[in-house]
């Protein structure tokens, strides 16, 4: 008897129902493998005469349908998920043979020290799809070939660790996106930390909040334009053989002048998540491991709709440097793998600089666009002043705005800093914002960058 998955669990009635119908049918091929492979009698000649039911709506199933998946995906799928979900179904592949007192080669599997159940490899899926036939490992090895979309779109893979060992042999995994989204139905965000260096990033501010002039603004509309229509453009329009997967693009300009809002923005108002990479976790003195690290960020986010955001980005993407030594070679390569990953990556990237100048030319001829943030100019900074207070502020009598946006030149994210400050004194005098705090914030602000008021 199957244990039923209790949606109570976390998981969704409609995901649930489809689990359940998929595990029992798949409980049934396996007794009939197992039956035809030991002779044992059955109703059945044939594995593939157990029908797969019909499935509802649920993620599981819209995978299915999306892919086209048939018989032998299906069986692969649910052996690398009854792990996660009924893990006893496993556990008759513990049977040894009597004859060497052994368990069975043929089924392949392996186990874990924090795992009690049996693990199945591709030499298990192998087993119950083909039993004795010879050749059914071949026919199952398409299942994990380039093109297929288990690999394609990293659903599903052989994972053989550190050890190479025959092809089949290795660990059969689902990754954890399409686990997560199997079992949840919501896509999978991964944790920040050392294995994946790029934090998820949000705002809740809106566009009516972003000063910055209208050509700035009508090139970042060309951005919104790819998400939306980039698909369309490349598949429906035919041009995917005349143009490169995927938007780059370059936000340059002082700190503060709202790249990062920007980027959120976009996000925010596309529906799609922004990961902003932290060059700290990044690069690294090692050889070779700046570029595994940025590996695992673009393979995390291929075929996703993700944005990926590089914030000063010149210490990843800088000019490439003249060969003095082993350490400028090895750096000019990892300058080349990023331009090469950049290049062919098929999802959105923008990269952040305060200096155009700075980047390497190789990258800067590859964007798709270009987009100046400028300092603002005094209208812009006077309206930036403007909404920055919350509605509860006062303004002293002394408080004149206009002459604080002509007079001091700052940018939006240094006006902010003011603000910040300024109301927290506020708060400390009955709400009420005084010119002398708001003066002594814009010198805070000079002093941050070596200037005086």
């Not at 993700?306 to 090895?330: M, N, P, S, V």
Request: aromatic share 12%; with cysteine.
């Amino acid at each position: 008897m199957i244990r039923t998955i209790n949606p109570a669990s976390g998981i969704a009635p409609v995901i649930a129902e489809d689990l359940e119908k998929e595990l029992t049918w798949f409980r049934e091929v396996l007794n009939v493998r197992l039956n035809l492979y030991f002779g044992i009698d059955t109703t059945f000649e044939d594995i593939h005469e157990v029908i797969p039911p019909e499935l509802g709506d649920s993620s599981y199933a819209n995978c299915i349908r999306e892919f086209d998946f048939g018989f032998a995906e299906r069986i692969a799928l649910m052996l690398s998920q009854a792990p996660h979900l009924q893990p006893e179904l496993l556990d008759v592949f513990f049977t040894k043979n009597a004859t060497f007192d052994r368990p069975f080669s043929e089924f392949g599997g392996y186990t874990h020290p924090r795992h009690p159940g049996f693990l199945p490899t591709g030499q298990t899926l192998v087993f119950i799809l083909s039993g004795k036939e010879i050749g059914g490992g071949l026919e199952t090895a398409r299942l994990f070939h380039a093109d297929h979309p288990f690999s394609k779109f990293q659903i599903l893979e052989l994972d053989h660790g550190k050890d190479a060992g025959p092809p089949l042999s290795g660990a059969l995994k689902l990754s954890t996106d399409y686990l997560h989204w199997f079992t949840t139905g919501q896509e999978y965000r991964p944790r920040f930390g050392a294995r994946f260096p790029a934090q998820l990033i949000e705002t809740q501010q809106e566009w009516t909040d972003l000063v910055l002039p209208e050509r700035t603004l009508r090139e970042i509309e060309e951005i919104a334009g790819w998400i939306k229509h980039g698909p369309t453009l490349m598949n429906d329009w035919g041009m995917a053989r005349k143009l490169r997967p995927g938007y780059r693009c370059l936000f340059y300009g002082p700190p503060g002048t709202g790249k990062t809002m920007t980027a959120c923005l976009l996000g925010k108002s596309t529906g799609r998540p922004v990961y902003k990479v932290d060059l700290s976790l990044v690069v690294s003195k090692y050889i070779g491991e700046t570029e595994k690290n940025l590996a695992r960020i673009f393979d995390q986010a291929e075929y996703k709709d993700w944005i990926l955001f590089f914030d000063e980005a010149d210490a990843l993407f800088g000019r490439r440097t003249k060969i003095r030594d082993a350490h400028d070679r090895y750096a000019n390569q990892e300058v080349s793998f990023l331009l090469q990953r950049v290049e062919t990556f098929g999802g959105i990237v923008i990269l952040a600089s305060n200096q155009r100048e700075n980047l390497d030319d190789a990258f800067t001829r590859r964007f798709e666009s270009m987009i100046r943030f400028p300092m603002p100019k005094p209208e812009q900074r006077l309206r930036i002043w403007r909404q920055g207070f919350s509605p509860k502020a006062q303004l002293a009598a002394g408080v004149d705005l206009d002459q604080l946006a002509a007079t001091y030149e700052l940018s939006g994210g240094g006006i902010m800093n003011v603000v910040r400050y300024a109301s927290l004194r506020a708060l400390e005098n009955s709400g009420v914002v005084k010119a002398d705090d708001l003066l002594a914030g814009i010198k805070r602000e000079y002093g941050k960058e070596g200037r005086m008021v």
